[in-house]
């Protein structure tokens, strides 16, 4: 199992440009995550998806938009990147229906507004 | 609001000597609590997690937690410290809608 994966790595936007954050799972998880990791802020949830076919808003959901594509992906987009968006991107996948148990997280995306 | 806090952050300490990463707590009811850690350019991977029962908890890599009612307290610890272990450690908590809330970060260098 790849387990969970993100695509791409690194990517570097101007100020305005769109782009979307690939994710997806291999282990028959109902539940997908986003979250963002900034500097001596830890991580903070941008939007949830619990089941195939719901997404829900996290903490931070203000200027991205998410798509469950199916059980195994779940995409971020950003439609107009601010320079606020830098920031690295996680994934993460949750065993069904469970919310006690732990996260599975994927290497990251880390993004670059100029 | 709820949240987790922790205290220091950066931890140092020499291989072989125990190691204690704090982590206090503000969340009602029954809090369920977790450690992740993070290893340098990597995603984060779960090392344990207290839910409910007995308040020493043991996870991945030789870890454990303490959950501690009265000093709403949850640190992690190890008896012995690898350079291995040298990584970001998050205490997180299970808030509403089964989502997770994380701290700040204590960066933990193990000194060979």
């Known amino acids: 199992n790849a387990g969970v994966t993100q695509t791409p790595k690194f990517q570097v936007l101007k100020t305005g440009q769109s782009m979307t954050l690939q994710c997806a799972q291999d282990?028959?998880?109902?539940?997908m995550y986003w979250y963002r990791q900034d500097p001596g802020m830890g991580l903070r949830l941008i939007y949830y998806s619990a089941s195939e076919g719901t997404t829900d808003k996290g903490e931070v959901p203000n200027g991205y938009n998410v798509s469950r594509l199916n059980k195994r992906e779940f995409s971020l987009r950003l439609e107009s990147a601010a320079p606020s968006q830098t920031s690295v991107y996680f994934c993460?996948?949750?065993?069904?229906?469970?919310?006690?148990?732990?996260?599975?997280f994927g290497p990251g995306t880390r993004l670059t507004v100029t | 609001a709820q949240s987790v806090a922790q205290p220091e952050d950066q931890v140092n300490v020499a291989e072989g000597n125990p190691l204690t990463v704090k982590c206090t707590y503000s969340?009602?009811?029954?809090?369920?609590l977790f450690w992740y850690v993070q290893y340098p350019n990597r995603g984060l991977q779960f090392l344990l997690k207290?839910?409910?029962?007995?308040?020493l908890v043991k996870g991945s890599y030789g870890f454990e937690a303490e959950f501690n009612k009265s000093q709403t307290s949850f640190h992690l610890k190890k008896p012995s410290a690898l350079v291995s272990d040298s990584a970001l450690y998050f205490c997180v908590f299970l808030g509403g809608a089964n989502n997770l809330f994380f701290g700040t970060g204590t960066r933990l260098t193990v000194i060979p």
């Open positions: 282990m028959n998880h109902n539940s």
């Open positions: 207290y839910i409910t029962g007995d308040n």
């Open positions: 993460a996948s949750s065993v069904p229906g469970q919310g006690i148990n732990e996260q599975y």
């Open positions: 969340v009602s009811g029954n809090p369920y």
